[in-house]
């Protein structure tokens, strides 16, 4: 975690300021998986716990026991049928098929190309997958690709946390939330990932 990104945070806002010295830091690092990878896992995350979404996503990987995970070839030659019997609902089958259908067609950029988009494209160009929303999007940018300003205003543990720390008397607006978030541009990843820590407080 970059220290001069946290002091400066903290100095557009010292309430965010307040929560980041009780919370401490946090140790961040993107993942910067293929993209595909990233978001086939999150898929099968959605709407999820991480314990269950764990169970199903290593079913899944087992059925490709070649590989550490599966390429989008191997999972469109996977029958549907195939694909729930590890846990994943007949939506998600799905949407898993989509996602690698457009891999297999090119329509899904790499990591590195990735990284020459704009947070904005992204979300426009993959929230056209099935089953692949805004939120989802914003997830990969953070965790996969290392986004610094990303904001989930839709996010309900962001929201809470927000309600939280800032001692609000009920949960703010998504709509709320992405103006009270424009002072921490652009470090509005970091008040992401703190804000999700103040729910624990």
């Not at 098929?97 to 020459?116: F, H, M, N, Y």
Request: aromatic share 6%; net charge positive; charged share 20%.
């Amino acid at each position: 975690m970059n220290t001069e990104s946290l002091k400066a945070l903290a100095q557009l806002d010292p309430r965010m300021g307040a929560l980041i010295a009780r919370v401490g830091p946090i140790h961040h690092e993107p993942r910067r998986l293929p993209t595909f990878q990233a978001l086939a896992q999150a898929i099968v995350h959605q709407q999820l716990s991480g314990k269950a979404a764990g169970t199903i996503l290593s079913r899944f990987q087992s059925l490709y026991p070649s590989r550490t995970f599966p390429e989008p070839e191997d999972v469109v030659a996977t029958p549907m049928e195939v694909l729930r019997s590890v846990g994943l609902s007949r939506p998600k089958s799905s949407y898993m098929i989509d996602l690698a259908s457009r891999a297999v067609a090119g329509k899904i950029p790499s990591t590195e190309q990735c990284d020459s988009m704009t947070d904005d494209d992204l979300i426009h160009l993959l929230t056209e997958i099935k089953g692949i929303g805004s939120w989802t999007v914003e997830m990969m940018l953070i965790f996969n690709l290392g986004r610094s300003d990303v904001l989930p205003i839709h996010d309900l543990g962001v929201q809470n946390g927000y309600q939280k720390a800032y001692g609000k008397s009920r949960r703010p607006t998504a709509e709320q939330l992405g103006r009270a978030g424009r002072k921490w541009s652009p470090y509005r990843t970091l008040a992401t990932l703190y804000l999700w820590r103040a729910v624990d407080l």
